[in-house]
């Protein structure tokens, strides 16, 4: 009939031979998804490392986590290609909150959006007209209950392996290396879809063309909340959780039309998880490891034979097999030595946090989140600019590891890939290498911290302040108090507490030199005045020793960003101003660090043309020292100027830079304010 040749085996077989659908297994399938896409090389931790532009992705995408994403797909990759890895699970291990189960449910929706488009799609069969073989009642249509692949079927159309082979290389024309080639995914049908087929067989007199008349051919549904092709088991209470939650059990409405009582159709599997995902999916088994013992016993077998196994009935099963663990319940697990076979089936990844503060600032962003906020008596609730910059700093000081070679400013801003001074990249590297040497794996580099989900509580805190509903304003200094009270809340250990709190000391100095920064600019009525201020300290250094710099100290040169000629003159005694603030008092010191700024500019630009040493924290509170005190002698007298508005002079630079502040600087009136009596006070100075 017309519908089944459109929907037949004959039609599919064909279509796989020209290669207008896909026969793959789930490893290959995800392997191709990745690789397909554009690859970068990046630099993490003064290591080169691999970037997959398919997880960056759409509006909210993974951030960071360039280690985890390439050992999976390292994973995948071998499994893909025959490798050990076919025979074990993927598994995330780390502290709650550092992204685990947003990575997996994010791999999961590309892998949906991947199977969407046509030469992508999973197809599966199913038996029609099954009630004229006599004993199976009112059924009469039965799908392969673990989405079996329409060339499973092909490969076993007769009944030895070897006979299949040969009808399929004669009946399509099929060249020993394809044939090759399909077998590397050959797999026996499962216990009831080959039952079936025997009794399709027995029926039709074994007539292929007469059994060919049962098959057709259905697209797997891809339908999210089925939990069909990607599907997630959460770990449960000891009590509700069975082992028929994963593989299915006996189905009473079933026996009910089924005579033979040996018929393994008599099993739903679907009602289980796997079965659902069998067809070329990922299982996600959220905190695998809190599940009860014989629970994880069931995916000990699970893992390494890919079968389907209740009461000596087999379905092999084509899955990809990913899961996750926090750190306390690992241990736990780890501890109880009779349970190593299950971790020996497992490639256990470690999750560190975000480390990189730069990162971190996108992070912060999906925690602030992007919808336009409002008070609790539905004002418009604005965002301090420098909110983003104190959440993010403050989080990622929490979770670098103290080390004797670095200060905690250095290590920040080394693992951000920024300038620290004369500490470089290679300092850093042997830091890691030497915490990750540690048996304690809260002990290795990013392990330990203050989470995402931390972070956004802190956001919570913020929003039910009376201050920030009062001011309509999230004012960025707010955020310290509330990370601290969610470290006195949620931080049990006494150690990490305290070192917590003392990193959002060093967050709050930071703080406080973006604040001068602003102050600055915000003075000077120009919102990159430092910027600017930077760049021609560094383009004085460069110009001082021109060849063709004259008497009257006018250096011309080409700006890399724009490609202009510029004039400028050189200013030693700015020069030198600024590398007294830097504490370099003697020539040798001043040369040296000349030399390492020059150093840097060469290695940054060639690379970056709009690279402005901003990163460079010790060189702009530097600048900014000296600008606040040759524009308006002193930081102390403009503080004396802001804080006395008794004169109307004084009320005039106010009323200045608070209207530069709104209209240039992003701020409102309520954290305007807040910023320059902040600013007029003397908390948190480094």
């Known amino acids: 009939m017309a519908?089944?040749?459109?929907?037949?085996?004959?039609?599919?077989?064909?279509?796989?031979?020209?290669?207008?659908?896909a026969f793959e297994n789930a490893f290959q399938a995800v392997s191709r998804m990745i690789l397909e896409k554009q690859i970068d090389?990046?630099?993490?931790?003064?290591?080169?490392?691999?970037?997959?532009?398919?997880?960056?992705?759409?509006?909210?995408?993974?951030?960071?986590?360039?280690?985890?994403?390439?050992s999976f797909v390292s994973f995948v990759k071998d499994a893909s290609q025959g490798g050990s890895s076919r025979e074990m699970a993927f598994v995330l291990v780390g502290e709650p909150g550092n992204g685990k189960t947003f990575l997996v449910e994010y791999l999961c929706t590309l892998y949906r959006q991947f199977l969407c488009s046509e030469?992508?799609?999973?197809?599966?069969?199913?038996?029609?007209?099954?009630?004229q073989l006599g004993h199976y009642g009112d059924i009469d249509v039965i799908e392969s209950q673990t989405y079996e692949d329409p060339m499973i079927l092909a490969m076993n159309l007769l009944e030895s392996a070897d006979d299949s082979r040969n009808h399929l290389a004669r009946r399509y024309r099929l060249t020993t290396p394809m044939i090759e080639k399909l077998w590397q995914n050959y797999r026996p049908l499962g216990a009831c879809t080959a039952y079936i087929w025997n009794d399709i067989r027995e029926f039709t007199g074994g007539t292929l063309e007469d059994m060919l008349k049962f098959v057709e051919i259905v697209p797997v549904p891809l339908t999210e909340s089925l939990g069909t092709v990607t599907g997630k088991y959460p770990a449960k209470d000891k009590i509700t959780s069975s082992a028929v939650d994963l593989l299915g059990e006996e189905s009473i409405q079933r026996l009910l039309h089924i005579t033979d009582t040996n018929n393994p159709y008599r099993f739903d599997l679907r009602r289980g998880a796997l079965a659902r995902v069998a067809g070329g999916g990922i299982h996600f088994s959220d905190e695998i490891y809190k599940n009860k013992k014989d629970l994880v016993q069931v995916y000990l077998s699970l893992i390494q034979n890919r079968t389907i196994e209740i009461d000596g009935y087999k379905w092999p099963i084509d899955t990809l097999i990913v899961a996750t663990?926090?750190?306390?319940?690992?241990?736990?697990?780890?501890?109880?030595?009779?349970?190593?076979?299950?971790?020996d089936r497992c490639r256990i990844c470690y999750v560190s946090h975000n480390t990189d503060y730069r990162l971190q600032s996108q992070l912060t962003a999906y925690a602030i989140g992007d919808k336009t906020k409002t008070t609790l008596t539905g004002d418009e609730?604005?965002?301090?600019?420098?909110?983003?910059?104190?959440?993010?700093?403050?989080?990622?000081?929490?979770?670098?590891?103290?080390?004797?070679?670095?200060?905690?400013?250095?290590?920040?801003?080394?693992?951000?890939?920024?300038?620290?001074?004369e500490k470089s990249i290679k300092t850093l590297s042997e830091v890691i290498d030497t915490l990750n040497q540690d048996a304690d794996v809260t002990s290795r580099f990013g392990q330990k911290g203050l989470g995402q989900r931390n972070l956004g509580r802190a956001m919570q805190l913020m929003l039910e302040s009376s201050e920030t509903n009062e001011g309509q304003c999230m004012f960025a200094y707010d955020v310290f108090g509330a990370l601290e009270r969610i470290i006195l809340d949620y931080v049990p250990e006494p150690t990490d507490r305290a070192k917590f709190l003392d990193d959002l000391k060093t967050a709050r100095g930071l703080y406080r030199e973006r604040i001068m920064t602003e102050m600055f600019n915000a003075y000077m009525d120009e919102p990159l005045a430092i910027?600017?201020?930077?760049?021609?300290?560094?383009?004085?250094?460069?110009?001082?020793?021109?060849?063709?710099?004259?008497?009257?100290?006018?250096?011309?040169?080409?700006?890399?960003?724009?490609?202009e000629l510029l004039a400028l003159k050189i200013d030693e005694r700015y020069i030198n101003s600024v590398e007294d603030c830097l504490g370099l008092k003697i020539k040798e010191q001043k040369d040296t660090f000349r030399t390492s700024i020059r150093k840097i500019y060469g290695q940054k630009i060639s690379t970056n043309p709009n690279y402005d040493f901003m990163d460079n924290l010790e060189l702009v509170k530097a600048v900014t020292d000296v600008r606040l005190k040759s524009d308006i002698a002193g930081a102390g007298s403009l503080i004396g100027a802001l804080a006395n508005r008794t004169n109307e002079e004084n009320q005039k630079l106010y009323d200045r830079m608070v209207d530069t502040m709104l209209?240039?600087?992003?701020?409102?009136?309520?954290?305007?304010q807040k910023t320059i009596e902040y600013f007029c006070t003397q908390v948190d100075e480094t």
């Open 381 to 421: 609730l604005h965002q301090d600019p420098n909110l983003n910059y104190a959440a993010s700093v403050g989080v990622a000081l929490t979770r670098l590891p103290r080390s004797e070679k670095l200060t905690p400013i250095e290590t920040m801003k080394l693992a951000a890939g920024e300038v620290a001074g």
């Open 663 to 672: 209209n240039k600087l992003g701020y409102c009136k309520t954290c305007a």
């Open 119 to 131: 030469e992508n799609k999973r197809y599966t069969f199913r038996f029609n007209g099954l009630s």
């Open 3 to 21: 519908k089944s040749k459109q929907n037949g085996l004959h039609h599919h077989v064909t279509a796989v031979k020209k290669e207008e659908r």
């Open 41 to 70: 090389k990046v630099i993490v931790n003064a290591k080169s490392t691999f970037d997959y532009r398919i997880f960056r992705e759409g509006e909210k995408h993974i951030i960071g986590m360039y280690d985890e994403i390439n």
């Open 531 to 563: 910027r600017k201020d930077v760049l021609n300290y560094v383009n004085m250094i460069i110009g001082i020793d021109a060849e063709n710099l004259g008497p009257d100290k006018m250096w011309k040169y080409k700006n890399p960003q724009t490609g």
């Open 325 to 343: 663990s926090n750190n306390a319940e690992f241990n736990k697990f780890l501890a109880e030595k009779e349970e190593a076979p299950i971790i």
